[in-house]
């Protein structure tokens, strides 16, 4: 197992770490749905004005004690550390959808997902950057599941059709070759019936520090 950015490993144990954790996620949760809210409301402008009150009310008690220091890992359902302030997985991140990555017996990955309207670039559809930035971590994790977990060097990302949001998509990956501390990625965002909307090809580099099974 390996843990990104040099970040030691500090599982989720003791019970009161665990209920913590799942309250983040929960606030997480819905400050997603917060985002959305906004993103879509339509209602009057003194409404608007009383909400934005309550919201700067409810940030200043948050921002009354804050973290200096990343998240630590918590242990997923599968035994799998999840990192909760990943911006592409994190539970306890409300940038994140959350991706759910899974990886096959093949040491492909997949992950199911649906963009949000706060994804939007184009009017009606997904910002190409967001589509990146889920490929990036795909890619990320499927060199990872294959032995080489590394750094993102290079990311080339073609755009077939455009991403709808709201809508179940199916985004997979796997690793096509490794030389020395490099390894290649392939992977792609499609629609259910297999259409691919987005491909990506990515290099990923073992930082000279983490051996093969990550930082040391
Ligand atoms: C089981 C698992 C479950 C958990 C899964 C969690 C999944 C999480 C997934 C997260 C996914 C999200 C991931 C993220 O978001 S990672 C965040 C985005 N990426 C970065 O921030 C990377 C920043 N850059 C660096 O840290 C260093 O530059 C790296 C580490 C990349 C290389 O620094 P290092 O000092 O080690 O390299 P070197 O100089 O010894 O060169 C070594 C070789 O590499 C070649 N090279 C170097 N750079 C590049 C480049 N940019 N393109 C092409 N080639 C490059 C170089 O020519 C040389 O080749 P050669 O001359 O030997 O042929």
Same mark, same amino acid.
């Given at each position: 197992?390996?843990?990104?950015?040099?970040?030691?490993?500090?599982?989720?144990?003791?019970?009161?770490?665990?209920?913590?954790?799942?309250?983040?996620?929960?606030?997480?949760?819905?400050?997603?749905?917060?985002?959305?809210?906004?993103?879509?409301?339509?209602?009057?402008?003194?409404?608007?004005?009383?909400?934005?009150?309550?919201?700067?009310?409810?940030?200043?008690?948050?921002?009354?004690?804050?973290?200096?220091?990343?998240?630590?890992?918590?242990?997923?359902?599968?035994?799998?550390?999840?990192?909760?302030?990943?911006?592409?997985?994190?539970?306890?991140?409300?940038?994140?959808?959350?991706?759910?990555?899974?990886?096959? !017996?093949?040491?492909?990955?997949?992950?199911?997902? #649906?963009?949000?309207?706060?994804? @939007? /670039?184009?009017?009606? %559809? &997904?910002? $190409?950057?967001?589509?990146?930035?889920?490929?990036?971590?795909?890619?990320?994790?499927?060199?990872?599941?294959?032995?080489?977990?590394?750094?993102?060097?290079?990311?080339?990302?073609?755009?077939?059709?455009?991403? !709808?949001?709201?809508?179940?998509?199916?985004?997979? #990956?796997?690793?096509?070759?490794? @030389? /020395?501390?490099?390894? %290649? &990625?392939? $992977?792609?965002?499609?629609?259910?019936?297999?259409?691919?909307?987005?491909?990506?090809?990515?290099?990923?580099?073992?930082?000279?520090?983490?051996?093969?099974?990550?930082?040391?």
């Amino acid at each position: 197992m390996f843990y990104y950015g040099g970040m030691t490993p500090d599982l989720a144990s003791a019970g009161n770490a665990e209920a913590r954790q799942a309250a983040l996620a929960t606030l997480g949760g819905q400050t997603r749905e917060l985002i959305d809210a906004v993103v879509l409301t339509d209602v009057p402008e003194d409404e608007i004005t009383a909400v934005t009150a309550e919201l700067a009310a409810l940030t200043g008690r948050l921002r009354t004690l804050q973290r200096t220091a990343p998240q630590s890992f918590e242990a997923g359902p599968d035994g799998v550390p999840r990192h909760p302030g990943n911006a592409v997985i994190g539970s306890a991140n409300p940038h994140a959808l959350p991706l759910i990555v899974e990886s096959t !017996p093949e040491r492909t990955v997949r992950a199911e997902l #649906a963009f949000r309207p706060s994804h @939007e /670039g184009p009017p009606g %559809w &997904v910002h $190409g950057g967001v589509s990146a930035m889920i490929l990036d971590h795909l890619l990320g994790h499927a060199a990872a599941v294959a032995g080489s977990p590394g750094m993102t060097g290079t990311l080339s990302v073609r755009y077939r059709r455009p991403v !709808p949001y709201g809508e179940p998509l199916l985004a997979t #990956a796997e690793h096509t070759r490794s @030389e /020395g501390r490099k390894t %290649w &990625v392939e $992977g792609r965002i499609a629609l259910p019936d297999g259409t691919v909307l987005v491909e990506a090809t990515g290099l990923f580099i073992t930082p000279s520090g983490w051996g093969r099974s990550g930082p040391e």
